[in-house]
């Protein structure tokens, strides 16, 4: 089966996340064909699969790594076409997952069938991690998956992750790592009371402007040569009774950093608490650590992609930690050398998400030719 009709079927399985559908089946069917050994790791809503094949001579183990899950298509009647049956419309592929990531997945598994057919006796061992739940809330995925896989002793020494790295042109920008990501949800308690009679309440809504200034005019960091500064944003403000005489009792604000190695966690929370009680005399709030930022540096991953994408391509490739989080954020932390490459972002998540087929067919033969300089006896 070639990349785009790969592509196409799992772009008609409507596996918004955590819901898999049928996609892992589907690729399950692939592996096996090609002489895979597959094992399914579902936690509890979550479907998870880990797939290996050993050549014929001992080595390090290079991973494909992905999420078969897609974000909801939003309203239908905004598409140009189906999202969920996988249109080819002048060249291009249209469909939810099509950039993020169904096509990469595409692109991994016939680049591996490729590679097989020529190379019999490899020094190592490929291998598929592949998850539903990258796009919710990513606990019952990834993050369990490789510790199940590691705590019998396995040892991955390389990872790829399809996710859509690139901005302008196929393989114009790997990711080498990420930011970290900490979400924060504040409640600022006040008194309610008639607007009349201000004296008589504490308007949690006026402490709130008080606190976001505090919040938006502090310089967290400087970032480094890795990593730009950590970022403060505001996702979210709620408050009031619905009515225009009414001081209200309380007032919620949402927020996320996006931060540097230059800060911890603890750092963060600390310097933002201490902010909002200068400026509010009742709070409280809970914090949510999605991931620590986390960077490949060095090692033999990086200069094979840039080799590959230059060989393929002719792009100096830019190495990048932009970008939301992804599942390297439990990967890397294990050791492991993790690079993302994927096709390019700038539909991603939105209505009418496509990519140019000849995009992810050129994709699958960049990646065949990493498989090629890993394994090069």
């Given amino acids: 089966m070639n990349t785009l009709d790969l592509a196409k ?12 559908s049928n996609c892992q089946e589907i690729i399950k069917k692939n592996l096996i064909e090609q002489g895979f050994e597959v094992k399914d790791l ?41 999202p969920f049956e996988g249109t080819v419309h002048d060249n291009i592929l249209h469909g939810r997952g099509a950039a993020d990531m169904k096509g990469s997945l595409a692109a991994m598994i016939t680049a591996t069938g490729r590679f097989l057919e020529t190379e019999k006796e490899y020094p190592g061992t490929i291998a598929f991690l592949l998850t539903s739940d990258e796009e919710d809330q990513a606990v019952d995925g990834t993050a369990k998956a490789i510790k199940t896989i590691m705590a019998d002793g396995t040892k991955i020494d390389f990872c790829l992750i399809g996710e859509p790295s690139s901005s302008q042109k196929l393989g114009d920008t790997i990711r080498v790592g990420r930011r970290g990501s900490l979400s924060g949800k504040l409640l600022v308690k006040g008194i309610q009371g008639h607007v009349a009679y201000p004296d008589l309440a504490r308007n949690p809504i006026h402490e709130c402007s008080n606190v976001l200034t505090a919040l938006c005019t502090e310089k967290w960091d400087s970032g480094n040569e890795f990593f730009p500064a950590t970022s403060f944003q505001v996702s979210n403000i709620s408050g009031g009774t619905g009515v225009n005489n009414v001081i209200p009792g309380e007032a919620v604000i949402d927020f996320n950093f996006r931060f540097s190695p230059e800060l911890s966690e603890k750092e963060i929370i600390a310097r933002t608490e201490d ?11 809970d914090w949510k650590l999605s991931g620590n930022p986390f960077i490949t540096k060095g090692g033999t991953l990086i200069p094979v992609v840039q080799e590959a994408i230059k060989n393929f391509t002719g792009l100096e490739t830019i190495l990048s930690t932009s970008g939301g989080t992804s599942d390297g954020r439990f990967i890397a932390p294990m050791g492991i050398e993790v690079v993302e490459l994927g096709p390019t ?15 992810i067919e050129d994709l699958s033969n960049i990646y065949e030719l990493i498989l090629k300089k890993i394994f090069k006896s």
Avoid: M, Q, Y
């Avoid at 079927?9 to 819901?19: F, W």
């Avoid at 902010?275 to 709030?285: D, G, P, S, T």
């Fill in 42 to 82: 579902p936690f509890g809503p979550v479907k998870n699969l880990w797939a290996t094949r050993t050549g014929g001579k001992k080595g390090r183990t290079f991973c494909f790594a992905g999420h078969t899950d897609v974000v909801p298509a939003g309203p239908l009647e905004s598409w140009e076409f189906d």
């Fill in 345 to 359: 972002n700038r539909t991603i998540h939105k209505v009418n998400e496509a990519i140019p087929v000849k995009e």
């Fill in 275 to 285: 902010l909002i009680r200068r400026n509010c005399e009742e709070f409280h709030i």
């Fill in 9 to 20: 079927i799992l772009i008609k399985e409507r596996s918004i996340s955590p819901n898999d």
